[in-house]
């Protein structure tokens, strides 16, 4: 069975630092990796994809994403964090080869303080 | 194109009345799926369509839960009856690789 495993309820940095929001993922075959974002009282919003190709994916608002075959991980990053990026994040996954579904971790909490 | 429609986007409705929560995925998408986000268990995976059909049900809680997708543009999620424990946020989205969501509807179940 896919899953995806978000480890950390909440994240925490100051604005200006780097930032990490780990994802780690079990599914066999080649997966699709996605990254959401979801504001408060809004829809998820689609930040970043890996399908194929260079393993390091970059996406909406100065997100990127590196994507580790042998530790099965798809990290969020960014190099400086902004308070507006304070948010809900959500790792995904999809087995192409089988069919659509759409699994989410469960979320990850990121606090930027000013 | 407007992205995914939802509607509406707030019910309140009593304990037993029947509930239909409607979708109007982008065009163009061939799969279309129906969460539930709560704050004890998340985001939930209820229901996925492919070109109309429905995959996987297996998310749906109960027979209470219904959903269809009459057609490529549309989609309705039903409770009948409903029950305080539905409250929730539910969204929906449609895909042709990467999803792409709803506003979502908040229900109320008093």
Known sequence: AQSVAQPE???????????TVKCTYSVSGNPYLFWYVQYPNRGLQFLLKYITGDNLVKGSYGFEAEFNKSQT??????????????????????RPESSYKLIFGSGTRLLVRP | DAGVIQSPRHEVTEMGQEVTLRCKPISGHNSLFWYRQTMMRGLELLIYFNNNVPIDDSGMPEDRFSAKMPNASFSTLKIQPSEPRDSAVYFCASS?????????????VV
């Open chain 2, 96 to 108: 042709n690789t990467e999803a792409f969501f709803g506003q979502g509807t908040r229900l109320t």
């Open chain 1, 9 to 19: 309820d909440q994240v925490n940095v100051a604005e200006g630092n780097p930032l």
């Open chain 1, 73 to 94: 991980s798809f990290h969020l990053k960014k190099p400086s964090a902004l308070v507006s990026d304070s948010a809900l994040y959500f790792c995904a996954v999809r």
